[in-house]
């Protein structure tokens, strides 16, 4: 099956500085890449996602890229702002198994 | 997301009982999932079900019962036999995309 390692765990960033978190994942059939936010008692909400067919994609703020050939992808926030701190999970899949999910990265915004 | 409901918001279970989790989705989507969630943990998959009358073990499935009699429920229950479940639990649903419900919180008395 898909193993999603994430990195890292925790990250603080002062505010208006960028933040960078990165995955990696295992199955190669793997073809869709989501990331989810999680406030605190909350559900995870989708923010961004990527399939396999693009390299990279932007949201105003935030952007994702994949590189297929190393297995990584990475949650890119520019301009970072303090309604940003939160719990960022990355997942991979798109298969009948559905998404296997990283163990989640605490983003912490410093003002 | 507010497509997909669950209830309760909180819920205590005593020593040796079962207790049902409810998920509800009017989304339309084939496939749900049950997830639990502990302290700074990820997100641990429990059961899932691609389609009506069908469903599969997750990563953590002991202790767990499910069914899937209708497309638009998938209650969890939590049996005597899982021996630690405070935590979080999430219901999703979708087949790509996954869409969350609130949450339930489960605590031991």
């Known amino acids: 099956g898909e193993n999603v390692e994430q990195h890292p765990s925790t990250l603080s960033v002062q505010e208006g500085d960028s933040a960078v978190i990165k995955c990696t994942y295992s199955?190669?059939?793997?073809?869709?890449f989501p990331w989810y936010k999680q406030e605190l008692g909350k559900r995870p909400q989708l923010i961004i996602d990527?399939?396999?067919?693009?390299g990279e994609k932007k949201d105003q703020r935030i952007a994702v890229t994949l590189n297929k050939t190393a297995k990584h992808f990475s949650l890119h926030i520019t301009e970072t702002q303090p309604e940003d701190s939160a719990v960022y999970f990355c997942?991979?899949?798109?298969?009948?198994?559905?998404?296997?999910f990283g163990k989640g990265t605490h983003l912490i915004i410093q003002p | 997301d507010g497509g997909i409901t669950q209830s309760p918001k909180y819920l205590f279970r005593k020593e040796g009982q079962n207790v049902t989790l409810s998920c509800e989705q009017n989304l339309n989507h084939d496939a749900m999932y049950w997830y639990r969630q502990d302290p700074g943990q990820g997100l641990r998959l429990i059961y899932y079900?691609?389609?009506?009358?069908?469903?599969q073990k997750g990563d953590i499935a002991e202790g767990y019962s499910v069914s899937r009699e209708k497309k638009e429920s998938f209650p969890l229950t939590v049996t005597s036999a899982q021996k630690n479940p405070t935590a979080f639990y999430l219901c999703?649903?979708?087949?790509?995309?996954?869409?969350f419900g609130p949450g339930t919180r489960l605590l031991v008395l």
């Open positions: 999703a649903s979708g087949r790509e995309t996954q869409y």
């Open positions: 990527i399939r396999s067919n693009v």
């Open positions: 079900s691609q389609i009506v009358n069908d469903f």
């Open positions: 199955d190669s059939a793997s073809n869709y």
């Open positions: 997942a991979g899949g798109g298969g009948a198994d559905g998404l296997t």
